[in-house]
């Protein structure tokens, strides 16, 4: 598949990249500053260097690709996003947005927002396919290509159709055992994981996820 990075430059951008890259899957890393998207690329080319990498702005990224993971801030989702509604008309996006607020050295959710970011997207994007996904694997453990992943992948969607996409791209990743958890709305509850995960790894220097058991 054709997979689209908004924004590809970031920790966990990037990490997707190279962890779908891995798959054999064409990268295409997109930034508002094309020279940052080619370094961005350059530095996943060193480590998969027979992957097709494509480095441009978030208009041509989004056109080229044919499913678009969402990884910026909270603070600058809708006024990037806003813009390129009309090229993300029928698009498959996966949304790995989690709205984090860092006091004094402690991560909380941002109070603020009351719905989850999924669905705020859903509500922006009425015609984009809309996936909440990879909100509890570190971009630590995506980027480790030597290193074996054992991870449960909590997504929510409301709809079939991308859910199948969704499912059919995961299928190519060893390691990610997909875990249906509901619908958009639900997914503020990963939100207010996120911050309890990122707490635990600063204090115990160490890259956490959510296991789950029973299923």
Same mark, same amino acid.
């Given at each position: 598949m054709k997979i689209g990075f908004i924004s590809g430059t970031g920790k966990e951008g990037q990490a997707l990249a190279i962890r779908f890259g891995l798959?054999?899957?064409?990268?295409?890393?997109?930034?508002?500053?094309?020279?940052?998207a080619e370094l961005s690329g350059n530095q996943i080319r060193n480590i998969l260097p027979d992957v097709e990498i494509l480095c441009s702005d978030y208009k041509q990224t989004v !056109?080229?690709?044919?499913i678009v993971f969402i990884a %910026?801030?909270?603070s600058v989702v809708e006024n990037q996003l806003t813009p390129l509604k009309n090229e993300l008309k029928g698009k498959y996006i996966v949304d790995t947005t989690v709205p984090l607020s860092l006091n004094k050295g402690k991560f909380?959710?941002?109070?603020?927002?009351?719905?989850s970011v999924s669905q705020f997207l859903y509500n922006l994007l009425p015609d984009s396919h809309i996936i909440s996904s990879f909100h509890t694997i570190s971009h630590l453990d995506l980027k480790r290509i030597q290193k074996k992943m054992d991870h449960d992948l909590l997504y929510f969607v409301n709809d079939k159709k991308p859910?199948?996409?969704? !499912?059919?791209?995961?299928?190519?990743?060893?390691? %990610?055992?997909?875990?249906?958890?509901?619908t958009l709305d639900l997914s503020i509850l990963i939100e207010h994981q996120v911050p309890l995960l990122l707490n635990i790894n600063?204090?115990?220097?160490?890259?956490?996820s959510i296991k789950i058991h029973g299923l």
């Open positions: 798959s054999e899957h064409s990268i295409f890393i997109g930034s508002r500053d094309i020279s940052k !056109l080229q690709s044919d %910026l801030p909270f909380t959710r941002l109070s603020g927002l009351k719905e859910e199948s996409k969704f !499912l059919e791209l995961i299928d190519t990743v060893k390691g %990610l055992n997909p875990v249906k958890c509901g600063k204090q115990y220097g160490k890259s956490t």
